[in-house]
Every structure is written in structure tokens, then in C-alpha cells.
């Protein structure tokens, strides 16, 4: 008995498959390609394209995780609208109006340690 899988004959020579008959091959009807003029695209991306929000730094910048209480996260978000809703741009500005009021302090703590 011979094994069918899919219609074929498995048991069957593969060669016997092929039509015994010497025809000649069937000329394919000659297609000119035709040149289509391309389709110009009316928006072109401008610069390098990237995603996202835009880059607001001035300067090389140090990351690090930071671990900010639940119960700060709301007052932080509100406060950082005036910052254009730009949590690091407002934690930024925390940041610098301390060094300013405590200036002399740091420095001296700076020295006090042997810092530069």
C-alpha cells in the first residue's frame, strides 16, 4: 500500500512524475517595463528625525537613579508644570537655588574634606 501524504504518491520515482512528452517550452509573452515617475513626498523629515521630547540641556549631565517618596509624587508633578511639566528641569532648579543660598557652606565642606 502506498503511503499518500498531501495527494502524492510517496512510493512512486519521483522521476516518473515528470511528463514523458518532449514539448517544446511555451515562449512567456514579452512585457515592456514602463518607467513611472516616482511620487514626491510632500513632508520631509527635517534634521535627523529623532522621537520624542526635545532636549533641554546645556550641559554634560551625570544620571543616577533617584528614589522619590508616593506620597511626594503628586506635589512634585504640579510643581514641575511650571517647569513646562519637565520633573527633571524642576528637581534642576531645587537643585541650584540650594547651592546659591548655601554656597559658602558647601565650599567650606568642600575644603574641609580636601576636595578641589
Known amino acids: 500500500m502506498a503511503v499518500k501524504k498531501f495527494g502524492m504518491n510517496l512510493k512512486k520515482d519521483p522521476r516518473s512524475m515528470v511528463s514523458a512528452s518532449k514539448e517544446e517550452p511555451k515562449e512567456e509573452p ?11 513626498s510632500e513632508a520631509k523629515p527635517k534634521g535627523k528625525g529623532k522621537v520624542g521630547r526635545p532636549k533641554t540641556r546645556t550641559e554634560d549631565v551625570h544620571k543616577f537613579p533617584l528614589a522619590i517618596p508616593v ?10 508644570l511650571k517647569h513646562g511639566g519637565n520633573w527633571t528641569a524642576y528637581i534642576v532648579s531645587l537643585i541650584r537655588r540650594d547651592i546659591e543660598e548655601n554656597r559658602e557652606e558647601y565650599e567650606k565642606l568642600r575644603d574641609f574634606i580636601g576636595g578641589q
Open 30 to 40: 514579452k512585457v515592456e517595463a514602463k518607467t513611472v515617475p516616482e511620487a514626491k
Open 71 to 80: 506620597s511626594m509624587v503628586e506635589f512634585i508633578g504640579l510643581a514641575a
